[in-house]
C-alpha cells in the first residue's frame, strides 16, 4: 500500500486560476498523446469486465483533481461518454471541482483522499475502458509513491496520462546574475526529503518501463510574454520561488529580495518573458 502523504504545502486555489491558461496553451503539445491513448483502446477489446462494452463510459481517474482543470481540459478530447472519479485530499477543492463538473453536466464522482488509495479505487470502479490521469502533481509525490503509482497501474492495466510535470528548465528573459542562485534554490526545495521534484518524470517513466508499460513523453513547456494573462502568472511565478528560496537557504534572503523587487519591475514593464518546462507522459500497458 503507498504510504498516506499529506502535503505540508496544499496548493492554493488561486494559483489553480493563475497557471490554467497557461497550462491550456502548453497542453495542447499533448494532443499525439491522446491520439495514441485513443488508438490503443479502439485496439483493446473490452473484455476482462464482466457485462462491459466498449459503449459504456470511460472511467477516469484524476489524481489531485484540485479544482477541475485538468478535468475541464481533458474530457473535450477525450471520445465517448466518461465517468470522472475526481480524487484529492483538499476537500474545498475537491467541492469546487465537483461543482464545477456538475454544472456542466458531467458525470463524477468525488473521493477525499490521497493518491495511495489508487488501487481502492480502481477496484471499485470496473471498466472496459479506465485511464488514471493528474496534471501538475508528480513532482509532489515521494520516490516511493511514483513507484508504487507505477505498480498499481501495470497490476489493474490501466493507461496513464500525467500532465504537465515541471522538468526543471526555467528560463527568464532577459537575464538576471542571482537567476541561477535563486532558481537554485527553488530547485533544492523540490527535492526537499524524498520528494521526486524534477525529476518525477524520468522516475515515472523508469518505474513505469520496469513493469512493461510502454511509455511517451513529450515537452509541453509554458511560453509566457504579452498574453493577457501573462503579467499575474509570472508576479505568483516569482513571487512563490524567491518564497521558497528563502525558506530552504536563509542565507539567500536578501539575494532573493532583490532578485523578485527587479524581476516584478520588469514585469511591470512588460519586459520579462519566461520559459518554465513542463512534460506530459502517457504509459500504456501492453495490448492483448
Not at 471498466?127 to 490521469?133: F, K, N, S
Not at 521534484?197 to 509566457?224: F, N, Q, S
Amino acid at each position: 500500500m503507498m504510504q498516506h502523504s499529506v502535503p505540508d504545502r496544499p496548493v492554493a486555489g488561486d494559483w489553480l486560476a493563475l497557471r490554467e491558461p497557461a497550462d491550456a496553451a502548453a497542453r495542447e503539445h499533448s494532443l499525439p498523446l491522446i491520439d495514441r491513448l485513443v488508438r490503443h483502446w479502439e485496439e483493446r477489446p473490452p473484455a476482462g469486465v464482466p457485462g462491459s462494452s466498449a459503449a459504456e463510459p470511460v472511467v477516469v481517474v484524476d489524481l489531485g483533481a484540485g479544482t477541475g482543470a485538468n478535468r475541464a481540459w481533458l474530457a473535450r478530447h477525450l471520445p465517448g461518454p466518461q465517468r470522472w472519479i475526481l480524487l484529492d485530499h483538499d476537500r474545498e477543492l475537491l467541492d469546487q471541482a465537483v461543482a464545477a463538473a456538475r454544472a456542466e453536466g458531467a458525470d463524477v464522482v468525488p473521493v477525499l483522499a490521497g493518491v495511495e488509495e489508487l488501487g481502492r479505487v480502481l477496484s471499485e470502479h470496473p471498466a472496459a475502458r479506465r485511464l488514471v490521469t493528474c496534471s501538475a502533481l508528480l513532482d509532489l509525490l515521494t520516490r516511493q509513491q511514483i513507484r508504487e503509482l507505477a505498480r498499481v497501474l501495470a497490476e489493474e492495466g490501466v493507461p496513464a496520462l500525467f500532465a504537465l510535470t515541471v522538468d526543471g528548465e526555467v528560463l527568464l528573459d532577459p537575464p538576471h546574475h542571482l537567476d541561477p542562485s535563486v532558481l537554485g534554490a527553488f530547485e533544492d526545495h523540490q527535492h526537499r526529503g524524498e520528494l521526486a521534484g524534477t525529476d518525477a518524470v524520468r522516475l515515472a517513466a523508469e518505474a513505469l518501463r520496469e513493469h512493461g508499460t510502454a511509455v511517451d513523453v513529450t515537452p509541453t513547456p509554458w511560453w509566457i510574454a504579452d498574453q493577457a494573462w501573462a503579467r499575474p502568472l509570472l508576479e505568483r511565478f516569482l513571487a512563490d520561488r524567491a518564497d521558497a528560496a528563502v525558506e530552504h537557504r536563509p542565507d539567500l534572503t536578501a539575494e532573493a529580495h532583490a532578485w523578485l523587487r527587479t524581476r516584478l519591475v520588469d514585469c511591470a514593464r512588460g519586459r520579462l518573458r519566461a520559459t518554465v518546462g513542463h512534460a506530459d507522459l502517457l504509459g500504456l500497458p501492453p495490448v492483448g
